[in-house]
Structures are given as structure tokens and as C-alpha cells.
């Protein structure tokens, strides 16, 4: 599965559905659902600026989400329109392109994981578990967590 590494808080507003455009200076024409990784650096001055407060988790794949399409700046105007969006600071002028992002959903167990640069192939894990049962308790218990914890 494809994965973009996206420092915190950034990261963090992602999965928990707050930012909905990634910025970046390079185009993708990747389409689809990734995961995301929260890198080990934290950038405190966008903590300060937003006025987030919390520990972050870091080194680890935090969640995932699904970009449905890329839009193209052609402006530094265009991309103060969508800030409430992106929450990117001034340092926004050499970004070029805005990954729409929908569908985002938090891990409740993050994954530890070393990121790379752009978007990078994660291979996690399957399961040895051959009992179904178990399987569909596990599935059940996920679900309801996502009910409960939604409402």
C-alpha cells in the first residue's frame, strides 16, 4: 500500500479529518487510499501558530486516507483561499499542488515505521490468525469502536 510521510500536527489534523488539502511542490498521479506517516520531526512553530497543544505520536504510520484528486495553484491567492483547508503558513509560495484528501480515518494503534520522501510502498503484516471467529470478533469489535467513537 502507497504511504506519504506528512510532519505533525499536520499529520494529526489529517486523521482526525480537520485538513482536507495536502500541499506540495510536485505533482502525483496517484489516485486511491494511502496510509500516513507521522515522521520524528514536529514542527512547533505550526503547533504554536494553530495553538495545538497535545503529544504527538511519531515514527509511526498514524492512519490513512484517500486522495481523490489533485488541484493545480496558479497563485499564492489561490492557495490563501483554500488556508482553511490546508492550514499552511507563508512558507506556502513554493507549493504548487493540493492533494484533495477525503475518507480519513486515525489508527487506533499506530504502526512503528521509518518514512521516506514522497509516496513510498508499505508492506504490513498479514495476520496468522486461521480462526474465523476470532477474525470476525475482531472485525466486529473494530466496528463498533468506529460507531461508538463517532457519535
Not at 479529518?17 to 505550526?46: C, M, Q, S, V, Y
Not at 499552511?88 to 504502526?111: E, H, T, V, W
Request: aromatic residues 12%.
Amino acid at each position: 500500500m502507497k504511504c506519504l510521510s506528512v510532519s505533525q500536527p499536520f499529520a494529526d489534523l489529517i486523521i482526525c479529518g480537520k485538513k482536507t488539502i495536502e500541499l506540495r511542490n510536485w505533482n502525483t498521479g496517484f489516485r486511491g487510499e494511502f496510509l500516513i506517516h507521522a515522521p520524528l520531526k514536529i514542527r512547533i512553530e505550526d503547533c504554536k501558530r494553530l495553538k495545538i497543544r497535545k503529544k504527538f505520536i511519531t515514527g509511526a504510520i498514524v492512519g490513512k486516507a484517500t486522495i481523490y484528486d489533485v488541484k493545480k495553484y496558479n497563485s499564492a491567492n489561490e492557495i490563501k483561499n483554500d488556508k482553511k483547508f490546508h492550514f499552511a503558513s507563508k512558507d506556502f509560495q513554493n507549493k504548487k499542488y493540493g492533494f484533495m484528501l477525503k475518507n480519513a480515518k486515525q489508527f487506533r494503534i499506530p504502526i512503528p515505521y521509518k518514512g521516506r520522501l514522497g509516496f513510498f510502498d508499505v508492506v504490513l503484516p498479514k495476520t496468522n490468525i486461521k480462526n474465523k471467529d476470532i477474525v470476525t470478533e475482531i472485525m466486529d469489535e473494530e466496528y463498533r469502536y468506529q460507531w461508538i467513537g463517532h457519535h
